[in-house]
């Protein structure tokens, strides 16, 4: 399904509940197979909001962009911001970028991608078992490294590291 035209901006503070509902609902679309259906059904939406409260209140809020239908409904969201970890590969993290999957194939996920990034270095973690997005980030220049991970609140899933 394609979604209506749409655009990126900046993601505003006041965005924070948008958001937070589109992670859970982007989670539950795109990780059943991945997750355990438990970890899916308990994803809290205030939790999110929270979470993204305080990062379009903190230092990571430059980096945060969402995606919009013509009618202004968010549909999806991305996130830069510095590395998590001491050795890095690349001084800008792609933290996260969600599509709900009404937008997905709508060229929206690509102009997040070049809101965050542009064409600058940079790297992600993605879960190794998430063939649309290892496809879409290798559109983009994206390669593994050969680093790895177990994430253990999220089901013991293997995320891969990918730079470029």
């Known amino acids: 399904m394609s979604v209506v035209p749409g655009s990126v901006r900046r993601a505003r503070p006041q965005d924070a509940a948008a958001i937070a509902g589109v992670h859970v609902r982007a989670w ?15 994803l809290s939406v205030p939790a999110h909001e ?30 830069a911001c510095a590395p998590h970890e001491d050795d890095a590969p ?3 993290e792609l933290g996260m970028l969600y599509l709900l999957d009404e937008a997905k194939g709508s060229g929206l996920a690509d102009l997040l991608l070049e809101a965050a990034l542009g064409d600058r270095p ?12 290892l ?23 293997l995320d891969v590291r990918l730079v470029r």
């Not at 496809?135 to 013991?156: L, M, N, Q, T, V």
């Open 28 to 42: 539950r679309e795109t990780y059943p197979g991945m997750l355990s259906d438990e970890l899916l059904a308990n």
């Open 50 to 79: 929270r979470m993204w409260t305080a990062i379009l209140g903190g230092a990571d809020a430059p980096g945060a962009f969402v995606a919009e239908r013509a009618d202004g409904t968010l549909v999806g969201f991305v996130l």
């Open 90 to 92: 690349r001084d800008v």
């Open 135 to 157: 496809a879409f980030y290798a559109r983009h220049g994206f390669r593994r490294d050969g680093a790895s991970k177990r994430i253990a609140r999220w089901d013991d899933i």
């Open 122 to 133: 940079a790297f992600l973690w993605t879960a190794d078992l998430n063939r649309r997005a």
